[in-house]
């Protein structure tokens, strides 16, 4: 199957041509915020504000139908 897309500027074209590096982008981050949640060594207040930031960047992905 061909797709053919087409732009009027490489403006406008540079967020789907870069689509990869924004998914993988969000994939190493949420790795990254995973990791930091469930082995990183923090304070109980930190820990509650790195578990708010986890919850959120998850139901952010969630409401935008992002499945890393």
Wanted: without cysteine; charged residues 40%; hydrophobic residues 35%.
């Amino acid at each position: 199957m061909k797709i053919k897309l087409e732009f009027e500027d490489y403006e406008d074209a540079e967020v789907h041509l870069r689509g990869l590096d924004y998914f993988s982008a969000l994939h190493d981050f949420k790795q990254w915020l995973r990791n930091e949640w469930k082995h990183g060594d923090y304070e109980q207040y930190q820990f509650e504000i790195l578990d708010k930031i986890y919850e959120k960047f998850n139901e952010t992905l969630n409401d935008y139908k992002i499945e890393i």
